[in-house]
């Protein structure tokens, strides 16, 4: 009776879909992160101090496992999240390996200051690092309580460039990504839904004022979660140069203007929610990863200036290069590509057009936040002379495209291993 068992414990292992261990697992969960208390707000101009809390900021988790292959997509209402603090986190997190454990930020401008660079003078930093400790702390535990609770689920992908009036590209019009991915994943027990990922290129920026708040991310996550519960992540897509909100700025002050904030947020929720009834469950989702680290040089005197006052870490530089890092990942017939910054929509449009899966998904300011990513034919140009100024250099473009195109070459890893490669290494 024993040896009937083992062969079908390994029986299970070897034939996917037959049982439970061949299963796509899942769990979902939120954190409040918002700060307790007055906080330096980042984006725009510096010094901008928070004198109230309109909606709450939050950071999002969904696990995802398949086959002894786990994952963690983390979204933070936060402007970004760089690389050296998410490795802090990964470092803390044992349900998760660090390598897969893939933590991004929506690009809200009215949350707390994560970069330094918005603090009360030039010389300055605006992050408080009580509030950082907490919410490093905070997410560590969201990984481990939200992998503890991983249930058998299926998915639903769904992707439309049919989409309301949501964004716009204010420097190039025509260059513009309207792509609206859905991944939503739902109990097997139930169909209760467990999460929904919604990957769109937008800048949360229509409010501009001292008011904490997720921006249209918030009516976004009231009208999804609202609607079937669960939770909803939002993934923001290529939104550099310059990828913003689409509304009538003259309708209220700049800054001011909630009304359109609430309607982008519910257009694009109800868009969500339409794409996703005629959706296909998908029952057979494996699982695979694939990650480069690489190093870029810090050409931006800025940034480097940055990091002589301290308001930039100046450890993270060696011999005047940054490391950074690309990852690939497919669930099921799905594609996701990460970028560790704000990348240029054309860039994102070439890399959509060089990705095989269905639908494709560009996370953006994923797994770090290194500014502006341009094509060294773009860089320095006049009409990108702000993105130019908000760049690590001339050189992370191509770099992280070839680094991305080389993961879409050989696209092994799997559930034996991350596939990680560094860059830097290989071309020794
Ligand atoms: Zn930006």
């Not at 796509?24 to 700060?35: E, F, N, Q, S, Y």
């Not at 490391?323 to 594609?335: H, Q």
Request: charged residues 20%.
């Amino acid at each position: 009776m024993r040896v009937l068992w083992f062969l079908l414990a390994i029986a299970s292992f070897l034939v996917p879909g037959v049982c439970a261990v061949a299963e796509l697992r899942a769990a979902a969960g939120k954190v409040d992160i918002t700060p307790t208390r007055p906080a330096y707000l980042a984006g725009y101009a510096a010094n901008r101090r928070s004198i109230g809390v309109h909606d709450r900021l939050w950071a999002k988790c969904l696990v995802l496992e398949w086959q002894g292959t786990r994952i963690a997509f983390v979204a933070c209402d936060l402007l970004g999240v760089p690389r050296y603090q998410a490795e802090k986190i990964r470092a803390q997190v044992k349900s998760v390996l660090p390598e897969r454990l893939y933590i991004a930020a929506t690009h809200v401008h009215s949350g707390p200051d994560t970069l330094g660079q918005w603090g009360p003078d030039l010389r300055t930093s605006g992050v408080d690092p009580e509030w950082m400790a907490t919410f490093r702390n905070q997410v560590v535990q969201l990984v481990e309580e939200t992998a503890a609770r991983l249930e058998p689920a299926v998915l639903k992908l769904a992707s439309t460039t049919e989409v309301p009036r949501i964004s716009r590209n204010a420097r190039v019009p025509q260059i513009l990504d309207r792509e609206l991915g859905v991944l939503q994943v739902l109990s097997v027990q139930g169909n209760r839904t467990i999460a929904t990922v919604v990957n769109y290129a937008c800048h949360p920026e229509v409010l501009n004022n001292r008011q904490i708040t997720a921006d249209f991310p918030n009516w976004l996550y009231e009208t999804v979660e609202g609607k079937i519960g669960g939770v909803c992540l939002y993934l923001n897509g290529a939104l550099g140069g310059m990828v913003t909100a689409d509304f009538d700025e003259d309708a209220a002050p700049r800054g001011e203007n909630w009304k359109a904030a609430e309607e982008i947020g519910r257009s694009m929720g109800e868009r969500v929610l339409q794409i996703l009834e005629t959706a296909e469950t998908v029952r057979n989702a494996p699982i695979r990863t694939q990650r480069r680290v690489f190093r870029v040089p810090l050409e931006n005197p800025r940034f480097r200036a940055l990091m002589a006052m301290g308001i930039f870490p100046s450890d993270v530089l060696k011999n005047g290069q940054i490391e950074t890092e690309v990852n690939r990942i497919t669930i099921g017939p799905a594609e996701m590509l990460t970028l560790p910054g704000e990348v240029l929509p054309n860039i994102g449009l070439y890399l959509k057009r060089k990705m095989t899966g269905k639908p494709r998904f560009l996370l953006g300011l994923t797994c770090d936040e290194l500014g502006y990513i341009l094509t060294p034919e773009d860089y320095g140009l006049e009409l990108y002379a702000y993105e130019t100024s908000v760049s690590v250099g001339e050189h992370i473009g191509p770099k992280m495209v070839q680094n991305l195109l080389a993961m879409m070459e050989k696209p092994k890893g799997g559930s034996a291993g991350t596939q990680t490669v560094r860059a830097e290494e290989r071309s020794k």
